[in-house]
């Protein structure tokens, strides 16, 4: 994935699609690409942590020209496995340069926040516009930050509980830091996974974009492109490429 080599290293990657099942839905997967296809309009598309290659394989079978970024070999080793003929490169997300011109750069599921300092995700930006043609689009998915789920003084926050695992956040919302705590269950025995990342609200990001020459064009709630609202839990934003 995007930034955190360590914890996206072949132990996560050996299981990401069996525990990231709910994220190989293919009405999902049918809608994400579908989007991204109609956002590319035509052009090649590079994608920022492209990890197994959950959505850049479907697009690649579209028709698609797919390039990607990984910080992580093992889950590029996925991926390859999958598509060989998937061109991607290990590296940093906010700084590796790959050749070629793009009319999409997209960022799924909340990876973003990988990058746990606001400098780096700034670079991201940055190195999105870098490749970006004139008129090119950047797209974002990302969780919208849950702070009004815990009440005064709180900062954990249960995510996931089910027979395969539970996991947990806890929030410093004076750092903007998100402590990511997952524990699998696996033959009678528990992994545990941390992970740290950085939360951003949807206006940080859309300042990000601006530094980097790019301006707000769509904000949807998901795919499918629901109205956003002050309840959606995530987004879906479009930056275009304005200088």
Request: proline share 5%; hydrophobic share 40%.
């Amino acid at each position: 994935m995007g930034g955190e080599q360590g914890y996206f290293g072949e132990r996560v990657a050996a299981r990401y699609d069996d525990v990231s099942w709910s994220m190989f839905d293919p009405a999902l997967l049918a809608a994400t690409a579908a989007f991204l296809e109609e956002t590319a309009a035509g052009g090649a598309a590079l994608e920022f942590a492209i990890g197994t290659g959950r959505v850049a394989v479907p697009l690649a079978q579209r028709g698609m020209k797919v390039v990607g970024i990984d910080s992580s070999e093992a889950m590029l080793r996925r991926l390859h496995e999958k598509d060989a003929g998937i061109e991607a490169v290990a590296g940093d997300m906010a700084t590796t340069r790959v050749d070629g011109e793009f009319s999409l750069v997209y960022l799924v599921f909340n990876t973003i926040f990988n990058l746990t300092t606001q400098e780096g995700q700034v670079a991201c930006f940055e190195n999105a516009a870098r490749h970006l043609r004139p008129g090119g689009r950047f797209v974002i998915e990302a969780r919208v930050p849950e702070l009004q789920r815990l009440p005064l003084g709180q900062t954990v926050l249960p995510w996931r509980a089910d027979p395969g695992g539970m996991s947990y956040y806890v929030y410093d919302v004076v750092t903007q830091r998100l402590s990511g705590q997952h524990y699998h269950f696996h033959d009678g025995q528990v992994e545990a996974s941390p992970t740290e990342m950085r939360y951003a609200w949807p206006a940080e990001l859309d300042l990000m974009a601006r530094l980097a020459g790019m301006r707000l064009e769509h904000r949807w709630a998901g795919w499918e492109r629901e109205p956003f609202t002050n309840l959606s839990p995530s987004h879906v934003s479009v930056y275009i490429k304005t200088s």
